[in-house]
């Protein structure tokens, strides 16, 4: 677990599992994923799908492209505007 503004490669909280993509293993530390989200932690729409996959949390599988879905909602919003000015 890593906070969202610190580097890739700085420093992070806690191991909380790892994932060999090779293999398809996978060691997740349920308690200790539980006990983040309870704080509030948010996992990135992978981790997410990667606990919902694991049986670690329930719920249904998030799309990862999340930068795609707020240019979306942005257009929207610009278009919206764009009407109520006519």
């Known amino acids: 677990m890593a906070e969202r503004r610190s580097?890739?490669?700085?420093?992070y909280l806690e191991d909380?599992?790892?994932l060999n993509p090779l293999s398809k293993e996978v060691n997740i530390k349920k308690e200790r994923v539980l006990?983040?989200?309870?704080?509030?932690?948010w996992p990135?729409?992978?981790?997410?799908?990667l606990l919902v996959r694991e049986n670690v949390i329930t719920g249904s599988?998030?799309?990862v492209h999340?930068?795609?879905?707020?240019?979306?909602?942005n257009k929207?919003?610009?278009e919206e505007a764009g009407k109520s000015s006519d």
């Open 7 to 11: 580097k890739l490669d700085g420093r």
């Open 16 to 18: 909380l599992g790892w």
């Open 35 to 41: 006990y983040w989200i309870e704080k509030g932690a």
């Open 44 to 49: 990135t729409e992978t981790v997410h799908n």
């Open 61 to 63: 599988k998030k799309p």
């Open 66 to 73: 999340k930068k795609k879905k707020v240019e979306q909602q």
């Open 76 to 78: 929207e919003i610009k």
